[in-house]
């Protein structure tokens, strides 16, 4: 029984009164990306887009992104929940709300948010709900939180044909992704920052579903 309501915790959002309390202090983190030495923080250069997404663990979801050629800046943080300035340790306990998810700051005019979808609906298995592979709970969900309505339409717009194409190849499964506009994003802990780059060797849950998402 106890086991279960464990569970029930991690799998299920906390209602908002009930979330843990957090802080008014954001936690210390590093001022410049560990791999690309650009601002973490901003600011950024004029012209760029941001955008948030969250595929499950974000040790491997941040590296994919500072991968692509037109990627300006990644970061790991929480966002989507009720705690403000949570701690790793506060999140995992599904008591937040959060997501793990990460910030893409990118250059429009050198990759267009498409690609960056495509990159997304790939890269990680949007069907599972509050969890990725054997990454379980709330932390885990799969998320896009647009900074501007054409961004939001466009994720609305490209879930639909990923939705379609997984159809079309036999596959039941829904999308569950969260789609909406950014809520207040809080960076995550420095030793979170470019994880993979840091530990080479590290963990890395990222595992898609082997469908190609239309379009480019």
């Not at 069907?127 to 939180?145: H, K, L, V, W």
Request: proline share 7%; with cysteine; aromatic share 12%.
């Amino acid at each position: 029984m106890f086991l279960a309501s464990m569970f029930d915790k991690k799998t299920k959002m906390p209602d908002p009164e009930r979330a843990l309390r957090g802080r008014e202090e954001p936690l210390p983190t590093g001022t410049h990306h560990f791999v690309n030495g650009n601002p973490l923080k901003g600011p950024w250069p004029d012209g760029m887009e941001t955008i948030y997404l969250g595929m499950g663990c974000f040790w491997g979801a941040e590296r994919l992104f500072w991968k692509m050629d037109g990627v300006y800046v990644t970061a790991s943080g929480y966002a989507g929940g009720y705690t403000p300035n949570p701690t790793y340790q506060e999140t995992t306990t599904g008591l937040t709300g959060h997501a793990e998810v990460v910030l893409v700051v990118f250059d429009p005019r050198k990759i267009s948010l498409q690609d960056l979808l495509k990159a997304f609906w790939e890269e990680h298995d949007p069907t599972q709900g509050m969890r990725q592979g054997n990454d379980i709970g709330t932390t885990y969900r799969s998320a896009i939180y647009a900074t501007t309505p054409e961004q939001l339409a466009a994720a609305e717009a490209s879930r639909d044909a990923y939705q379609q194409a997984l159809k079309e190849s036999g596959s039941g499964a829904l999308i569950t992704t969260e789609i909406a506009m950014a809520p207040e994003f809080f960076y995550a802990e420095e030793y979170h920052q470019q994880y993979l780059a840091k530990n080479p060797g590290g963990y890395c849950g990222l595992r898609g579903t082997g469908v190609a998402c239309p379009g480019s």
